[in-house]
């Protein structure tokens, strides 16, 4: 198979942040793989801004030691790394004040893309965004890239919106949601949209449910100050699993173009119903004999934040009517995985008798480990004793059936800021999405602080919480073992 990688317009990105964590473990090294990939193309320039006194040698340095970490183990050509580095240069910047701003607007060419990455703290967004008009380094065709949280509420996310509307057309702002950038999400929409199979099947005549789970096994580290203020919901549901829920549940867009697939999703987030609170369901992870609680983690012993979330939630639409999409995400759990699973209806009438047992096609839509996706399907155990039954997975691993394209294939944050650069907004949240998510969100969250709700325990390295088990159990259902 030919790779085809679609080329893009020398750029000048200026990464604010550029000394971050995130810029160290996800941009500069994903800039650099794309850069091996020949996509980086010549006289593009990188420019890394904070308020760090260093000069180009000293982040240069920076930059090598975070390829060499965090890149991947990429191999390339000798001298890539030199050529590379020679694309990235640094300018001492404050936010807040006046200092390198026009330094930084002397190293901007007029001829190239220009692309600002917001990779600092929101608090800081509004200040870079009026700073880049007053300054001159914004032109009509600039774009901005910003990155999560976008709000910590519907309230806070408008006033984001509204900030940056005052600077930037809407056209003009990408709303990072790296998972958006992932393979397997964009392959959702191939396999949906690009074949005859699954879509007359794809509504609640066919499909039983639907569960989406992403579990991690990490704690919240080091994040334990912003994650207390956040917790799962905030975090993860407000804008993941809402998002991978709106690919599953939209309609086809007549096209596959920005406005097209964002209107859909839209629709989606505002078919949603508001959720019942007997069907959410909060955790915490407790100790471990090797490990510390989430309250230690976070270090503060009275949190009632939650490391967990499941919610059994509706789509309240003709396709949907009566279809429950549950969803879970939590930390400390016993394995890594996040995956989609579309579990369809029973066959309508067994001709082989109740001894054959319930058996349903589940199509499971891998985003990690191995991204892939597998299709359960009924076949008869071989051997002689009659017509029994038996589930197999007809399986697809990318690594093993594209091989070294698959390996090649960029990672979400290189997709996301090619697609930056070519200017398609298709794989990034609109305003308005964002907004109908808090507003979705928002009333869920005041009803645990109404009741005081309190997360339940959960023992790490579980599945979650017992009354998560017990949520589907309730309903005849069970929920897809977590598992690697
Ligand atoms: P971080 O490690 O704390 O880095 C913050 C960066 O901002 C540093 O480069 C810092 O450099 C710079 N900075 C702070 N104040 C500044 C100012 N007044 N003017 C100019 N630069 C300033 O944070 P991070 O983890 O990289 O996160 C950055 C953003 O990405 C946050 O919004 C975070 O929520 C989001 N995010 C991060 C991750 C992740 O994995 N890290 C994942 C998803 C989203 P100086 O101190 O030198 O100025």
């Avoid at 317009?9 to 793989?33: C, E, H, Y």
């Avoid at 880049?132 to 914004?138: E, P, Q, V």
């Amino acid at each position: 198979m030919v790779s085809r990688v679609i080329p893009v317009d020398p750029f000048d990105l200026v990464i604010f942040g550029g000394t971050g964590d995130l810029a160290r473990r996800k941009i500069l090294p994903g800039l650099f793989r794309r850069f091996c990939s020949g996509q980086m193309p010549e006289g593009s320039q990188i420019i890394g801004a904070a308020r760090s006194d260093i000069d180009d040698a000293e982040y240069r340095n920076m930059v090598s030691d975070a390829v060499e970490e965090f890149g991947g183990g990429r191999t390339c050509e000798r001298g890539t790394l030199e050529a590379f580095l020679d694309t990235i240069h640094f300018v001492t910047t404050d936010a807040k004040g006046d200092g390198g701003w026009n330094e930084l607007n002397g190293k901007m060419r007029p001829d190239c893309v220009r692309a600002f990455y917001f990779s600092v703290g929101p608090s800081l967004f509004g200040d870079l965004a009026e700073r880049l008009h007053r300054f001159g380094l914004a032109t009509p065709d600039s774009r901005i890239v910003v990155e999560k949280p976008f709000g910590h509420d519907l309230k806070s996310a408008k006033a984001l919106n509204a900030t940056l509307a005052q600077h930037f057309d809407e056209a003009q702002i990408y709303r990072i949601d790296h998972y958006l950038g992932k393979e397997t999400v964009q392959n959702l929409m191939a396999v949906r949209f690009g074949n005859m199979l699954f879509e007359p099947l794809w509504n609640a005549q066919y499909v039983d449910h639907i569960q989406i789970t992403v579990a991690e096994t990490v704690g919240v580290g080091g994040r334990g100050s912003y994650y207390d203020k956040s917790g799962a919901m905030r975090d993860m549901v407000q804008n993941h699993l809402m998002q991978l829920l709106c690919l599953i549940a939209m309609e086809p867009p007549a096209k596959f173009d920005p406005d097209a697939v964002r209107d859909e999703k839209l629709k989606v987030i505002r078919a949603l119903e508001p959720v019942d609170w007997h069907h959410v369901v909060r955790g915490q992870y407790g100790a471990a004999r090797d490990a510390p609680s989430y309250r230690e983690d976070v270090e503060n012993p009275k949190s009632s934040t939650e490391s967990f979330v499941a919610m059994k939630c509706h789509v309240s639409n003709w396709r949907w009517a009566g279809t429950p999409f549950y969803m879970r995400t939590g930390k400390r759990l016993k394995a890594r995985t996040s995956e989609i699973a579309v579990v369809f209806k029973d066959a309508p009438h067994s001709i082989f008798g109740v001894d054959a047992g319930r058996h349903r096609n589940v199509l499971a839509i891998r985003l990690q480990p191995n991204e892939g996706m597998t299709l359960d399907v009924t076949i008869k155990e071989p051997g002689p004793g009659g017509m029994r039954l038996l589930d197999v997975p007809l399986d697809m691993s990318f690594a093993e059936t594209l091989g070294a394209e698959a390996e090649e294939a960029p990672d979400a944050y290189e997709r996301l800021i090619m697609d930056v650069i070519r200017g398609d907004q298709t794989l990034f949240m609109r305003g308005d999405e964002v907004e109908a998510a808090w507003a979705w969100t928002d009333p869920i969250i005041a009803d645990w602080v109404m009741r005081n709700d309190v997360p339940k325990e959960y023992e790490p390295a579980s599945s979650g919480p017992e009354d998560a088990l017990m949520l589907m159990h309730r309903d005849g259902r069970k929920w897809r073992e977590v598992k690697a």
